[in-house]
């Protein structure tokens, strides 16, 4: 066999997947444009039904974030979290206190009327999620798309694979690298607690067991709206971020820095550790973790999609077809 002739049989073929590959960038893997020609309205219509969800409800920007990342932590981002049943990881309880999921049917329910049966839960899920973040006041990136839809759910997987309020340090970097997810992701999107509220059942650990590492004064209001004994209080909420609890900020990061993390698992990312030096860049530059945060969530997104022909589109988000 000639030079030649063994170059181009080398050479053609990756020119050739080179062509498919720009001219089909939707096919094996998640791409931005993935709905332009089937449902080119989708963004928009889920945009609007964000919006107003978010404007009668402003925890529900919490919500939604929050689905997302349960989601994508349990076998993926496949909206295996909105499947109702028993078993099913929606009635797991590590995702008890989990809440949005009728807006989530609302944000389906327009996205059908305009192209029935094209655009997953899955989808909707992470674009809901950017939109929310963008509603208050958080940053923007563009979404990847093609995800589907799960057949099943699974609720062990959920005990075993979502991280918990008290985790250590350690262990929170080990769940995070397990999705694929770096040190500095799973710092940034702990950032997300810039917004919603959390249940004294989660923080009771923090304000009672351990008081090393907690601002006194915050400990003492805690205290006052979470008795020691459970289940006592166990629903009362608290703000994650007690400066600024509806505004996508860096504030949840100052607060670390003066002890006021309301979770163990927020208190650890600054406690003396190998990761207070991010915390400290994201209390000097805000623009680094916008931009941090929106590049951890694209990752987070890419956690095992299904794509091609596994899985389905639902019609419905709590049920599967
Ligand atoms: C759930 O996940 C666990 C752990 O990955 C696995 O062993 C089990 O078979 C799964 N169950 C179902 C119903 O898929
Ligand atoms: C974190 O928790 C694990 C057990 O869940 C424990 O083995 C480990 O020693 C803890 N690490 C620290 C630094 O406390
Ligand atoms: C209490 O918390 C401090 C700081 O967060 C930590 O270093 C220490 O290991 C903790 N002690 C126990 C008994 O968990």
């Known amino acids: 066999m000639g030079y030649h002739k063994s170059l ?8 050739v997947l080179l062509v498919s590959v720009n001219y089909m960038p939707c096919k094996a893997q998640l791409c931005p444009k993935f709905y332009d020609d089937t449902c ?4 928009a219509t889920i945009r609007d039904s964000v919006s107003s969800a978010v404007s009668s409800n402003r925890r529900m920007a919490a919500f939604l974030i929050r689905l997302h ?21 929606k009635e797991s309880p590590m995702n008890d206190g989990v809440l949005g ?23 909707i899920l992470a674009v809901a999620a950017r939109d929310a973040s963008v509603e208050v006041g958080g940053p923007s990136w563009e979404v990847r798309l093609g995800r589907r839809d799960s057949i099943g759910t699974n609720a062990s997987q ?11 340090l350690s262990e929170l970097i080990a769940s995070f690298d397990r999705k694929g997810l770096s040190v500095r992701d799973m710092v940034a999107l702990s950032g997300s607690h ?7 059942v989660r923080f009771r650990d923090r304000i009672y067991d351990n008081t090393s590492n907690i601002d006194a004064s915050f400990a003492a209001n805690l205290r006052s709206n979470c008795p020691q004994t459970a289940p006592n209080g166990d ?11 509806n505004t996508f900020d860096n504030n949840y990061f100052r607060n670390l820095v003066t002890r006021r993390g309301l979770l163990t698992s927020d208190q650890v990312l600054f406690n003396g550790d190998s990761t207070d030096s991010i915390v400290t860049e994201y209390v000097d530059n805000p623009s680094l973790f916008d931009s941090d945060f929106a590049t951890a969530m694209v990752k987070m997104g890419d956690i095992e999609p299904l794509t091609g022909t596994s899985g389905t589109i639902r019609t419905r988000c709590n049920t599967a077809n």
């Open 8 to 15: 181009r049989m080398i050479l053609v073929p990756i020119v």
């Open 40 to 43: 080119p309205s989708a963004l």
């Open 69 to 89: 990342f349960h989601d994508c932590f349990v076998q993926g981002c496949d909206a295996s979290i909105l499947l109702e049943g028993t078993g099913s990881e």
């Open 101 to 123: 999921y009728e807006a989530i049917d609302d944000i389906k329910a327009a996205v059908e009327s305009v192209c029935p049966g094209v655009v997953s839960c899955a989808d």
């Open 158 to 168: 959920a005990i075993t694979d979502i991280p918990r309020g008290h985790n250590n």
């Open 194 to 200: 810039t917004i919603g509220m959390a249940r004294c």
């Open 235 to 245: 629903g009362n909420l608290e703000p994650l971020d007690l400066q600024t609890p």
